[in-house]
């Protein structure tokens, strides 16, 4: 991180009273004397360069019943462990401390800068605009701008991984219907071409790569992503692999990037669909505490299966975040997508709307969407009396579980209902989805 960045911070706390707990003036604070002294006396070791009495001393504070000392010891402590390099247990201690006193500036503040240190910078942004949402005096808001800015420079690489068991009541988004209407009267649909249940391993994972331009602001950004959904009956398993390169462009606030990417998508072990494409990302902060995202993509697809259905695709997608408080955010998204195929019967039109509400109570986080859409086909296929017409809606609901962390990671549980009603028997289906694993804990 940039010296800059640690005088902002400097500069920031000393406005807010330099403690964890910026916000409480000092004659609201009911600190008992015996804290109070154990608190300096661990600040003097760590200054004598005893960092692990200091940490000691620090680890017992951490459960003293005053909520003050108790944030105050894992505040300090944060930044001992930060100072060796530990910045997962400082993150962890810091989101902690955020958990009992949302209005804790200083705290969110080192907490986003590690974010950024460690590759999440949306975290890193959700963070800033946390911070915003409590309110704050006009001299250290203007801090908070400036260093908002120096925020954006970015991590040279970073990973992320995720695993999760899922239990699903629709893995292959099967129609449960037993006949098919066509021209030519009602098919039986075979059984296993109907919907079938399963508990499987989810999967997710992405690395990236930055790469810095010399004598320009702008970088070389590589990334490699992908998902699984995996069962014991392999012939469900869903895999996909992308890759994508391209710069990244800092003008002034805003963020672009452009890239070109490959994705490969395998369907039962077996090749399902390859696409090349080119894309622009866009991300503006819209004041303090709201964040602006923008997409557009094109693509030509090689559908391995049906090559009725190759084509070109193209789609667009706005989302909007903003902190109602420094607890609380809601987000919308608007997107659309348009497939012209070579046969016309899989040319089709869409667009999804969704919005949802994330919340921290305490050291739980939950958060609860609704996403909404309609796709239609250009013209009927052949062999169904109607062209395709679809309504689609998702609620999900989640929990993360910060209370039970260990090693930086917290349990974290979604569950989610999809219900796409087709004119088309093959694409009309219900499902019920449950996730249950690991994520970070801050």
Request: proline share 4%; with cysteine.
């Given at each position: 991180m940039p010296t800059r960045l640690w005088t902002l911070l400097a500069a920031c706390a000393a406005l807010l009273g330099g403690t964890a707990q910026g916000t409480a003036a000092a004659s609201e604070r009911r600190l008992s004397a015996t804290g109070e002294q154990l608190l300096g006396?661990?600040?003097?070791?760590?200054?004598?360069?005893?960092?692990?009495?200091?940490?000691?001393?620090?680890?017992?504070?951490?459960?003293?019943?005053?909520?003050?000392?108790?944030?105050?010891?894992?505040?300090?402590?944060?930044?001992?462990?930060?100072?060796?390099?530990?910045?997962?247990?400082?993150?962890?201690?810091?989101?902690?401390?955020?958990?009992?006193?949302?209005?804790?500036?200083?705290?969110?503040?080192?907490?986003?800068?590690?974010?950024?240190?460690?590759?999440?910078?949306?975290?890193?942004?959700?963070?800033?605009?946390?911070?915003?949402?409590?309110?704050?005096?006009?001299?250290?808001?203007?801090?908070?701008?400036r260093y908002s800015e120096a925020l954006r420079a970015a991590r040279p690489a970073g990973m992320s991984i995720e695993v999760a068991l899922a239990p699903d009541s629709n893995i292959n988004r099967a129609t449960r219907s037993d006949t098919l209407g066509t021209v030519i009267g009602d098919f039986t649909i075979d059984q296993d071409a109907k919907a079938k249940s399963g508990t499987g391993l989810a999967i997710s994972a992405q690395g990236y790569r930055r790469f810095g331009i010399p004598g320009t602001s702008a970088a070389l950004l590589a990334r490699v992503s992908g998902f699984g959904d995996l069962y014991r009956r392999s012939k469900f398993n869903d895999i996909a692999v992308d890759a994508a390169a391209g710069p990244e462009l800092q003008l002034g606030s805003n963020r672009l990037n452009l890239e070109a990417g490959t994705t490969m998508r395998w369907f039962g072990q077996k090749p399902y669909s390859r696409s090349a494409r080119i894309g622009a990302a866009w991300m503006r902060p819209l004041g303090g505490r709201t964040q602006l995202d923008a997409g557009l993509s094109a693509a030509l697809i090689d559908n391995r299966v049906n090559h009725l259905e190759d084509g070109r695709d193209f789609s667009a997608r706005l989302s909007v975040e903003h902190a109602l408080s420094p607890t609380m955010g809601v987000i919308g998204t608007l997107s659309g997508e348009r497939m012209s195929a070579r046969d016309p019967g899989y040319s089709t039109t869409g667009w999804r709307a969704g919005l949802s509400l994330w919340r921290d109570v305490g050291r739980l986080t939950l958060t609860a969407g609704g996403e909404f859409g309609r796709l239609s086909a250009d013209e009927r296929l052949s062999l169904f009396p109607d062209r395709r017409s679809d309504r689609y809606t998702r609620l999900s609901l989640a929990a993360t579980f910060r209370q039970l962390q260990f090693g930086g990671f917290a349990p974290v549980a979604r569950f989610s209902m999809e219900r796409n009603r087709s004119s088309i028997a093959f694409y009309d289906y219900k499902r019920r989805r449950m996730e249950i694993g690991f994520a970070r804990a801050f």
């Amino acid at each position: 991180m940039p010296t800059r960045l640690w005088t902002l911070l400097a500069a920031c706390a000393a406005l807010l009273g330099g403690t964890a707990q910026g916000t409480a003036a000092a004659s609201e604070r009911r600190l008992s004397a015996t804290g109070e002294q154990l608190l300096g006396l661990s600040e003097r070791m760590a200054a004598a360069g005893s960092t692990e009495q200091a940490k000691t001393i620090l680890s017992a504070l951490e459960q003293d019943p005053d909520p003050n000392i108790r944030n105050e010891a894992r505040f300090r402590m944060a930044r001992l462990l930060e100072a060796q390099g530990m910045n997962t247990g400082a993150a962890v201690l810091l989101r902690a401390v955020v958990d009992d006193a949302p209005t804790a500036v200083p705290a969110r503040l080192e907490l986003a800068q590690l974010l950024d240190r460690m590759g999440d910078r949306d975290g890193a942004w959700r963070q800033m605009r946390a911070v915003r949402a409590s309110g704050l005096p006009a001299s250290v808001a203007r801090l908070i701008d400036r260093y908002s800015e120096a925020l954006r420079a970015a991590r040279p690489a970073g990973m992320s991984i995720e695993v999760a068991l899922a239990p699903d009541s629709n893995i292959n988004r099967a129609t449960r219907s037993d006949t098919l209407g066509t021209v030519i009267g009602d098919f039986t649909i075979d059984q296993d071409a109907k919907a079938k249940s399963g508990t499987g391993l989810a999967i997710s994972a992405q690395g990236y790569r930055r790469f810095g331009i010399p004598g320009t602001s702008a970088a070389l950004l590589a990334r490699v992503s992908g998902f699984g959904d995996l069962y014991r009956r392999s012939k469900f398993n869903d895999i996909a692999v992308d890759a994508a390169a391209g710069p990244e462009l800092q003008l002034g606030s805003n963020r672009l990037n452009l890239e070109a990417g490959t994705t490969m998508r395998w369907f039962g072990q077996k090749p399902y669909s390859r696409s090349a494409r080119i894309g622009a990302a866009w991300m503006r902060p819209l004041g303090g505490r709201t964040q602006l995202d923008a997409g557009l993509s094109a693509a030509l697809i090689d559908n391995r299966v049906n090559h009725l259905e190759d084509g070109r695709d193209f789609s667009a997608r706005l989302s909007v975040e903003h902190a109602l408080s420094p607890t609380m955010g809601v987000i919308g998204t608007l997107s659309g997508e348009r497939m012209s195929a070579r046969d016309p019967g899989y040319s089709t039109t869409g667009w999804r709307a969704g919005l949802s509400l994330w919340r921290d109570v305490g050291r739980l986080t939950l958060t609860a969407g609704g996403e909404f859409g309609r796709l239609s086909a250009d013209e009927r296929l052949s062999l169904f009396p109607d062209r395709r017409s679809d309504r689609y809606t998702r609620l999900s609901l989640a929990a993360t579980f910060r209370q039970l962390q260990f090693g930086g990671f917290a349990p974290v549980a979604r569950f989610s209902m999809e219900r796409n009603r087709s004119s088309i028997a093959f694409y009309d289906y219900k499902r019920r989805r449950m996730e249950i694993g690991f994520a970070r804990a801050f």
